[in-house]
T-cell receptor, first 112, second 115 residues
Framework: KAGVTQTPRYLIKTRGQQVTLSCSPI?????VSWYQQTPGQGLQFLFE???????NKGNFPGRFSGRQFSNSRSEMNVSTLELGDSALYLC???????????FGPGTRLTVL | AQSVTQPDIHITVSEGASLELRCNYS??????LFWYVQSPGQGLQLLLK??????LVQGIKGFEAEFKRSQSSFNLRKPSVHWSDAAEYFC?????????????FGKGTRLHILP
């Protein structure tokens, strides 16, 4: 069974730009979660999508948004990038909720 | 709201020595508890989880963890570490009976192995 795919793996943007990250979950999984990982704040939950609906949301500003498509692939978007958005963005594919959560390798975003 | 604390930012042990990584949580009831490992440049891999039942949980790669309700702890142990265990370890908690059932991660403990 193929694992969780995240694209791109690395991204460099400048302040004020926007960025879209993509996540393809494990086949058959209908839920995807997104996390931001930084040295200072650690791992923080962004949002979770299940069957194209946002089911849960973390404490991030509205610049962070996401969506899920009918094939369960998910995208997250960050608009008006700030330096502090530099982070590793992890996507997790959820089988039976947290009982079965598989992480992708992440997208490393650098904002200059 | 639930929270999780990993008191040790870095831990160094010699190869072959035993290991214990500490994790303390804050939650009024019994939470769901997890340990994840992250190798450099990789995503997270689930080592083990506790939902209920036997308080000693066996995981992958020879790891185990013990849930102690009285101490609000879920420490990770391994009797003999290998150089390949060098990584960052994250404890996480979910409050299953809460409206806010997001997973909360600790700040992580980076494990260094001496040859």
């Amino acid at each position: 069974k193929a694992g969780v795919t995240q694209t791109p793996r690395y991204l460099i943007k400048t302040r004020g730009q926007q960025v879209t990250l993509s996540c393809s979950p494990i086949s058959g999984h209908r839920s995807v979660s997104w996390y931001q990982q930084t040295p200072g704040q650690g791992l923080q939950f962004l949002f979770e999508y299940f069957s194209e609906t946002q089911r849960n949301k973390g404490n991030f500003p509205g610049r962070f948004s996401g969506r899920q498509f009918s094939n369960s692939r998910s995208e997250m978007n960050v608009s008006t990038l700030e330096l502090g958005d530099s982070a590793l963005y992890l996507c997790a594919s959820n089988g039976q909720g947290y009982n079965e959560q598989f992480f992708g390798p992440g997208t490393r975003l650098t904002v200059l | 709201a639930q929270s999780v604390t990993q008191p040790d930012i870095h831990i160094t042990v010699s190869e072959g020595a035993s290991l214990e990584l500490r994790c303390n949580y804050s939650y009024g009831a019994t939470p769901y508890l997890f340990w994840y490992v992250q190798s450099p440049g990789q995503g997270l891999q689930l080592l083990l989880k506790y939902f209920s039942g036997d308080t000693l949980v066996q995981g992958i790669k020879g790891f185990e963890a013990e849930f102690k309700r009285s101490q609000s702890s879920f420490n990770l142990r391994k009797p003999s570490v290998h150089w390949s265990d060098a990584a960052e370890y994250f404890c996480a908690v979910v409050a299953p009976m809460s409206r806010d059932d997001k997973i909360i991660f600790g700040k992580g403990t980076r494990l260094h192995i001496l040859p």
